[in-house]
């Protein structure tokens, strides 16, 4: 549906096009926002303003209402130009993935897209270059959900290739919901790396005023400066507000709600650290020191790995082919890792078939334990591998490189149930 003939009018007077910060004076009441895309599901007599806090409202309109032009937005252009390096400060490499810490509205649409330059980011905070020299590339421009293990492969190997010329630590901005998959599989390929490698995103995209992208990255940059510390971290507020941020390991965290600011939580381990608005690290545990060894990536990946979830009821005939068909399954079973007893001579039989079958737990805090009931028991007779306290979608990404990276079934197995890169722990701790 179009505008009504005089609202185009009024908007065409007064030059108004998409993306223009307009004042509205609507009987009596004034509006200011950025002027949206008019849609099928809006009346004719509607705008409809991006406001100051980031949300959308919807202004009816009449002929005595005045629209006039407040701004007009700036054309986005690529930015690549890389500021000379300061002396004395250590070099970051950004590596954009794309997501919503890369994102921008497109108002011609309404919709969010990937930003294409990695530049544009970095000048958004330009604080960031008082710290530390930045070189930024895109290497992906892609929604998190689009994320591949071909995606993992090559940004682990250009992680690599980066410190291994010299860059003090590799930031990675990239979309919130698959971030944890990402972080574990990178944690696995790149094993003992020498240098921080920081995975940041955002729950809100950079044009928004409530934005969490810049001091997310500014958090990121403090730690790579002055955390001396080496690994695969995910970093994003530990707040609703912007006074604190945790540090994570990229194989311990998930993100637990959809939209909140402090989505992202360590699970069944305490944070690696905190950082405040000033840049003030705690450290809540040991870790590596950055070293000046070189980085490794051991990229392999087994494609023939599922992971499951089980339901009540679930049926073994449902999976028998997806099961039999893989070489590796993840169950994220219920409790302390059980699945009905239909299921069990599936198992066994995938098992006896070489099939590497791992069982976790769907309640993610807590360690798996399947010697303490009857349906636990025969699944170990049955032959199955539990992993402790590993989260279901670590131990996904850690069975693809172990199967990828061993040369037998029991090898993998002995991969799976022993540490590599912080996943698991025999401990349980009271948080």
Known sequence: ????????????????????????????????????????????????????????????????????VLDRPVERVRNEVEDAPKEGLKTIVLIGTGGTIASYVDYRTGAVHPALSTSDMVNAVPEIKDIANLKAKVLFSIFSENMTVEHWQKLAETIAEEINNGADAVIIPHGTDTMGYTAAAVSFMLGDVPKPVVFVGA??????????????????????????????????????????????????????????????KSINVPPVAHIDKDGKIDFLCEGRRVSNDKAVANVGMCSDVVLLQFYPGMD???????????????????????????????????????????????????????NVYNTGRDMLAAGVVTVQDMLPETAYAKLKWALANTTSVDAAKEVMKNPLADEMSDRRLLL
């Open 1 to 68: 549906m179009s505008y009504a003939d005089f609202l185009t009018k009024k908007l065409t007077g007064a030059s108004a096009t998409e993306g223009c910060m307009l004042s509205v004076e609507v009987k009596g009441k004034s509006y200011k926002g950025v002027l949206m895309p008019h849609h099928e599901f809006s009346a004719e007599d509607i705008l409809i303003l991006k406001v100051k806090s980031g949300y959308n409202i919807g202004i009816q309109v009449d002929p005595e209402s005045t629209i006039s």
């Open 316 to 370: 073994p005939e449902i999976f028998r082919d997806v099961i039999l068909k893989s070489k590796g399954v993840v169950i994220s079973g219920s409790g302390l890792g059980h699945v009905n007893e239909n299921m069990v001579p599936l198992l066994k039989e995938a098992c006896d078939a070489g099939v590497v079958v791992v069982i976790t737990s769907q309640c993610l805090n807590g360690r798996t334990n399947l």
């Open 203 to 264: 729950q809100r995209s950079s044009d928004r005023p409530s934005s969490d992208a810049s001091s997310n990255l500014m958090a990121a940059a403090r730690f790579c400066v002055n955390g001396d510390r080496a690994g695969v971290f995910v970093i994003m507020h530990d707040t609703p507000g912007d006074d604190s941020f945790a540090v994570h390991f990229g194989t311990r965290v998930r993100k637990m709600h959809t939209s909140r600011r402090d989505a992202f």
